[in-house]
């Protein structure tokens, strides 16, 4: 049996009420985020709340609000960051993407105005992208991995909204599913400043792509691959990205 809990260097995350466990993806996304001193940062799909306070540990100024749809994920989250070093700076709450913009709009008083202060200088998300037209039966489970409950249209276009001019939106998602996704963006005004492919061995074709988007700037592109394992072992620089994190 899987454990009920996943140890990291600096806290603990318990994930037996999440529909989605600790994985590699979400772990990937909170230790390569390529944030610029960020004040203010929102998790969307949070989850046990790992990548939440992952970027909690990274940028010691910051708070983070983690939001996901599933009240049990949350509650649990809640616990997590209860517990860990950054509960002062890190809160979880059950919403959807689009009632954080309903919200933040009805404080200004001005129909789809958000004033300065609700904006965030980050965005990060590691989404549900499963397509298939056969959902499976638990509704927690299809809503964490599948973008019915979250389509890619309304998270880019929300992401960005929420979104202080030079903020940035970062993501982690199959490979195939990215360049459709970079159109997405590019259409509500966020430029791609970082891609990272990730490949799970050297000859492999790259499985997932972690990217920064970047809000009404120009920027200079990074293209950059990370190879899992090498020779049977974690590879240097997957070692070397997530170190502050895993027990290794």
């Not at 899987?2 to 466990?21: E, G, L, P, V």
């Not at 397509?131 to 991995?145: G, H, I, T």
């Not at 997957?238 to 994190?245: C, E, G, S, V, W």
Request: with cysteine; hydrophobic share 40%.
């Amino acid at each position: 049996m899987a454990n009920s809990y996943f140890q990291f260097k600096q806290f603990t995350i318990h994930h037996d009420r999440c529909a989605m466990k600790v994985g590699t993806d979400g772990v990937l996304l909170g230790a390569w985020a390529p944030l610029d001193h960020p004040a203010r940062i929102l998790d969307v799909g949070t989850g046990s709340g790992v990548i939440a306070l992952m970027l909690a540990q990274r940028f010691p100024t910051a708070t983070v609000e983690g939001i996901d749809i599933d009240a049990a994920a949350i509650a649990q989250a809640q616990e997590n960051i209860a517990a860990s070093p950054y509960a002062a700076r890190c809160t979880a709450r059950c919403s959807t993407l689009h009632s954080i913009i309903q919200q933040a709009a009805s404080a200004t008083g001005v129909q789809n105005a958000l004033a300065p202060e609700e904006l965030y200088d980050a965005v990060v998300c590691n989404p549900p992208f499963f397509e298939e037209s056969l959902l499976p039966p638990d509704a927690r489970r299809r809503d964490a991995r599948h973008t019915t409950s979250l389509p890619f249209p309304e998270l880019a276009a929300d992401s960005a909204r929420l979104l202080r001019p030079g903020g940035c939106f970062c993501v982690i998602l199959p490979t195939t599913a990215f360049d459709a996704f970079h159109l997405l963006c590019f259409d509500h005004g966020l430029t791609l400043e970082a891609r990272c492919d990730v490949k799970t061995t050297p000859q492999k074709p790259p499985k997932r792509t972690l990217a920064c988007f970047r809000k009404d700037t120009a920027t200079t592109r990074r293209n950059d691959t990370l190879t899992l394992t090498e020779n049977g072992q974690r590879s240097s620089a997957y070692a070397a990205l997530t170190r502050d994190f895993y027990l290794w």
